[in-house]
């Protein structure tokens, strides 16, 4: 859940009247929400590798494994070598990204030249492709077949969930997209979650796995999901040591040895953000079906607890009502920077948020 | 091919009237536009290129605001006017009725025509002013004059606050009494003479929403038998209803899903199941959906598979992640049926529509665009290339322009003339063998 945080912090979108009134501001609202999207999910830091990849989702997966490697002292990082394709089927080959990459080839891309007509994709981003290959890094040469494509599927799930997320802030979500996007980001979570266990085995075994497998894995599901939730915080993480192995996707986190201290705080940290990642989801459709600003506010500091706390951003003190793993995180305090540290370092990166709730 | 245009808002829905005579389209301004079709020129002079012109070019006929913009103070959320869907009742005395819906209210209007008017009040004088008694002498009866065509529309029935969710169809009931409003998880079954109640008929919200899975998407009554309807979902099911069986028909008769291609599965492939829009055949032996990229005709006896299938855009499967990106994959494609049911016809992108014949099984697609039309000029058929070699006048998928899209379409109901709604222009275009 906080992952699409931190695509949104690295990239807030332009500044816009809140809260919405009247049709002409809504109408004006409305359009930047696809570009607030767009910008929300390619992080400057990640800009000069875009212009390499040669697309927002390698954006996207670059800085996710950015953040991953920057957190653990490890020689092992993920780089992207070929864009996503534009159809994640699982077990294609190494993907390809058709889209983007034809459309520099042809040529006839004016520099300045953003109308939908031109791309395939939203407005907003200029695609540039200097070319195919990527710079490779890391000696997981076989893990990279498989990272891309988790990596993929991370930036797939990220994107769903601020799909989820923005649509919650449009004054009338649609509710048929809403169900289908989170029913998109369920069925990520499902494959991830087989694919936590087992990795080599083939697809169709990994399809419906019997409910009892999945209760078992349900502790290695909390640490894959820790895993992803802490990464839109790389302020918290800094100091904390992690295997070597945890570094890499999704797909092997579940085999990351855990020390007894990282499992302390992997199992504070992701029950509160496993929860607070149902949470949402639960939270969106019960505020679909009530609907009033207060919820929107209620499940953004939800959301946002586990790995930052609003009120200590707001107040500039540690701890704060619902701080979960912030509660952690001085348990474990030799181990970890202060959280307010790290709340403050990630303070520019909460202005969208914090102008949100202060406008409400 | 005989093309004509109007300039408005953002059109949202387009809609023939049973005879064909009238047009109504509705803007996401609130507004419904409704044109007539003129009268053709009798005497069968029709070969002279005047008089063919000026045969059943449809003009505006009247304009009224149909809904406004309201706010829901309870949930802090503004309602949009925008009208999501238009229905004509049959014809049963001079005035025209139709249904108008936006996402919360349905309101019924009548549409009549008034020319001739009372002069000659006593109290009052020609402009309307009151007169003094005192200098009234004498009494005159008013008598009815002819005046210059007026059509006005009155609101006459408003059916409001009976749903939660969005409203996303409407259908008059063959009975034509009653006619249902389906919102994403609930339909209703009103009586077109009582606004205050209304029947629920179908409801499939879950006691905790965190299960909610699926959602309606569209839903139709049987065009012949006014107890059977049909609605589809989010998952790319249909369900046929018979509200004889039970009053809430929360169980299906009938329950139609193709199985899912093993070999196309990817993250997308429920989204892109979603049907969009169902429509019965005039026959009402066949229903038609669309989802994203396909139509599919079912037979209503055969409920494991439909029996055709139709690529609108085929093309568009290697790049769902992008049309993900930018929403496009949630866009809601209609189709029609034409006439004989022979011809189906559905929306693209880059107001590029398809048009498929069900006999022939050959298909076609046109563009609605003013540069590529002139008026009267024959509509040249498009392809899109999806290899590496582009031909001449082919265009390339990456050109495509999705923000220009053909979401309505509407087909007369005994000829050969289309409707077909693209962004805010509408263009009406007429076989011209016709």
Request: charge should be neutral; glycine fraction near 6%; charged fraction near 25%.
């Amino acid at each position: 859940m906080p992952r699409p945080r931190g695509f949104e912090q690295e990239a807030p979108p332009p500044a816009r009247e809140w809260p919405i009134s009247g049709r002409s501001a809504r109408r004006a609202q409305r359009r930047p929400f696809v570009d607030a999207e767009w910008r929300s999910l390619a992080p400057p830091r990640a800009v000069g590798r875009s212009s390499l990849s040669g697309g927002k989702l390698a954006a996207a997966a670059v800085a996710v494994a950015e953040q991953r490697t920057r957190r653990a002292a490890s020689r092992v990082r993920i780089v992207v070598t070929k864009a996503p394709t534009a159809c994640w089927n699982r077990g294609s080959p190494l993907p390809r990204f058709s889209c983007g990459l034809r459309v520099g080839r042809t040529g006839r891309r004016d520099p300045d030249n953003r109308s939908l007509k031109d791309t395939m994709f939203a407005r907003g981003l200029k695609r540039k492709c200097v070319g195919h290959e990527e710079d490779v890094e890391g000696a997981l040469a076989g893990l990279k077949t498989v990272s891309s494509y988790s990596l993929q599927r991370q930036s797939l799930l990220d994107m769903s969930l601020v799909k989820l997320q923005l649509c919650h802030m449009l004054v009338e979500p649609n509710l048929c997209r809403s169900v289908l996007i989170a029913n998109t980001v369920r069925q990520i979570q499902e494959e991830m979650t087989q694919d936590g266990t087992w990795r080599a085995v083939a697809p169709q075994a990994a399809e419906r796995a019997p409910l009892d497998r999945l209760v078992s894995t349900e502790i290695l599901c909390r640490a894959a999901w820790g895993q992803e939730g802490a990464h839109p915080a790389p302020g918290l993480g800094d100091g904390h040591t992690q295997g070597p192995v945890s570094d890499l996707c999704p797909v092997t986190s579940a085999q990351a040895p855990r020390h007894p201290q990282s499992s302390a705080w992997e199992m504070d940290g992701p029950r509160e953000n496993r929860g607070s990642f149902h949470k949402s989801l639960d939270q969106i459709f019960e505020t679909l079906e009530t609907k009033n600003p207060s919820c929107m506010e209620e499940l953004f500091s939800d959301v946002d607890s586990p790995y930052y706390d609003l009120d200590t951003v707001l107040t500039g003190m540690m701890g704060g009502a619902r701080s979960g793993p912030c509660e952690g995180l001085e348990g474990l305090a030799p181990a970890t920077p202060a959280p307010s540290s790290s709340c403050k370092s990630d303070l520019g990166e909460l202005d969208h948020v914090v102008e949100i709730l202060v406008e409400t | 091919m005989h093309e004509g245009s109007v300039v408005a808002d953002i059109i949202s829905t387009v809609e023939f009237n049973h005879t064909g005579e009238l047009l109504a389209t509705g803007d996401k301004g609130g507004r419904v536009v409704i044109f007539q079709r003129e009268q053709e020129v009798s005497g069968g002079e029709c070969k002279i290129k005047n008089q063919v012109h000026r045969r059943g070019e449809y003009n505006v006929y009247s304009t009224f605001q149909s809904h406004e913009p309201e706010f829901d103070y309870l949930k802090s959320l503004e309602i949009e006017e925008k009208i999501n869907k238009i229905r004509w009742l049959p014809q049963q005395n001079a005035a025209y009725f139709l249904l108008s819906t936006n996402d919360k209210t349905v309101k019924l209007w009548k549409v009549s025509e008034r020319d001739k008017r009372p002069e000659g009040y006593n109290l009052k004088d020609e402009e309307g002013r009151l007169r003094d008694p005192a200098t009234i002498t004498t009494l005159r009866v008013p008598v009815l004059r002819p005046m210059d065509l007026m059509v006005e529309a009155t609101p006459r029935r408003v059916f409001a606050n009976a749903h939660t969710y969005h409203i996303n169809s409407i259908s008059v009931n063959s009975d034509y009494e009653t006619y249902m409003s389906a919102d994403d998880l609930r339909i209703n079954l009103w009586n077109f003479e009582i606004t205050n109640q209304s029947f629920n008929i179908v409801d499939i919200k879950p006691t905790n929403m965190e299960e909610l899975t699926e959602v309606i998407t569209a839903a139709e009554f049987h065009p012949h038998h006014c107890n059977t309807f049909v609605y589809s979902s989010s998952k790319g099911t249909i369900r046929l209803c018979d509200m004889r069986a039970s009053a809430l028909c929360d169980r299906h008769t009938k329950f139609f899903e193709e199985p899912e291609d093993p070999s196309n599965r990817s993250f997308f492939s429920e989204i892109i199941s979603s049907i969009s829009d169902v429509k019965f055949s005039h026959s009402g032996r066949y229903i038609m959906t669309r989802d994203y990229l396909t139509v599919k005709v079912w037979d209503l006896n055969m409920e494991n598979r439909p029996i055709e299938t139709y690529q609108v855009h085929d093309y568009l499967r290697s790049k769902l992640c992008s049309l993900y990106e930018n929403d496009c994959i949630f866009d809601k494609f209609e189709c029609v049926w034409n006439g004989s049911d022979s011809v189906i016809m559905t929306g693209s992108y880059n107001n590029f529509f398809r048009m498929f014949d069900r006999n022939t099984k050959r298909d076609v697609t046109l563009e609605a665009s003013r540069e590529n039309s002139k008026p009267r000029a024959i509509l040249k058929p498009r392809k899109v290339c999806v290899g590496g070699k582009r031909r001449k006048d082919e265009i390339s998928v990456d050109s495509l322009d999705f923000s220009k899209k053909i979401l309505h379409t509407a087909w007369h109901p005994s000829e050969n003339i289309i409707a077909v709604a693209a962004t805010n222009n509408l263009y009406i275009f007429q076989d011209k063998v016709n």
